[in-house]
């Protein structure tokens, strides 16, 4: 604030206390839900005087997959499906906790929202049927944490894909995950490129070839149209008036030129090219 800088804070990035994890699973517990909101309560309590912005979480889609999907960030586990599904609900339902939490106990003016790095529909040609498609599949592919966070239920489709495993849910648990948020922070990095299919989703998604270009991070595929179709799909699916990208970026390896200077030729070619399509949006 000193400096003019305008604070965002994110209460929950990656960073579960420990004691929560060996007490009662981390966010297979719904108790973990319900400290994150009462954690959330107190912070708004005691910052929301200087900090008038708060995301609940950063990518739900990353942690929970990759923590407790398939193990490889913390808390390492490969959860079977029932327990799995029933962290996802969990997750979601803290945010919505913590929602609620924030607006009883913060300051007058504090905005809240939450920051994920949504799966982006692109289609794979700018026709309308592909277009509809991609809008479906964006919609589809996030019905497990921003889509039930933004209409209040889970997709028919996500619902029938998790069949007997899914967990209990209430339509108290519902109203309390959907509670209306001031904006939407997204992540974006790469396209999942899409075109309609006579399937009865109506949508596919297109496999990179191996050829397809990306950064020196085996998984950042350049796709800068990425960049337009997010907002586009965010603002039309679910009217969000106040749209952040709070990540973008790329890996580089940084060499120094001869004469001692990075020129970061391939970070300026990716963010030039990025920008041009946020311009656009």
């Not at 981390?26 to 108790?31: P, Q, V």
Request: net charge negative.
């Amino acid at each position: 604030l000193a400096n003019g800088i305008q604070p965002f804070a994110t209460l929950y990035h990656w960073d579960l206390p420990q004691a929560l994890q060996d007490r009662g699973g981390g966010w297979e517990s719904r108790e973990t839900s319900e400290a994150f909101g009462k954690y959330a309560g107190y912070v708004a309590q005691h910052l929301t005087d200087r900090v008038k912005h708060i995301f609940t979480t950063n990518e739900f889609n990353a942690f929970m997959e990759l923590g407790y999907g398939i193990g490889v960030h913390a808390p390492g586990l490969k959860l079977p499906k029932p327990r799995f599904y029933q962290a996802r609900h969990n997750g979601v339902l803290g945010h919505g906790l913590a929602v609620q939490a924030i607006r009883a106990n913060a300051k007058p003016g504090t905005k809240v929202g939450i920051a994920e790095n949504i799966t982006v529909g692109v289609p794979v040609i700018e026709n309308a049927e592909h277009i509809a498609a991609a809008e479906e599949a964006t919609r589809q592919m996030n019905a497990q944490y921003l889509t039930v966070i933004m209409e209040g239920k889970y997709t028919d489709a996500y619902v029938a894909s998790m069949g007997a495993d899914a967990p209990k849910i209430t339509p108290q648990d519902l109203k309390i995950i959907s509670g209306p948020m001031d904006f939407v922070g997204i992540n974006i990095y790469q396209p999942t490129f899409v075109r309609a299919d006579s399937g009865p989703s109506g949508w596919a998604a297109v496999p990179n070839p191996p050829s397809y270009p990306h950064m020196i991070s085996p998984w950042l595929f350049m796709g800068p149209e990425v960049l337009y179709w997010g907002p586009h799909h965010v603002a039309k699916l679910w009217n969000v008036k106040e749209i952040y990208i709070t990540e973008n970026g790329t890996s580089s390896s940084d060499v120094p030129a001869e004469d001692g200077k990075v020129y970061d030729t391939d970070r300026i070619m990716y963010l030039r090219n990025y920008l041009s399509q946020l311009q656009r949006a």
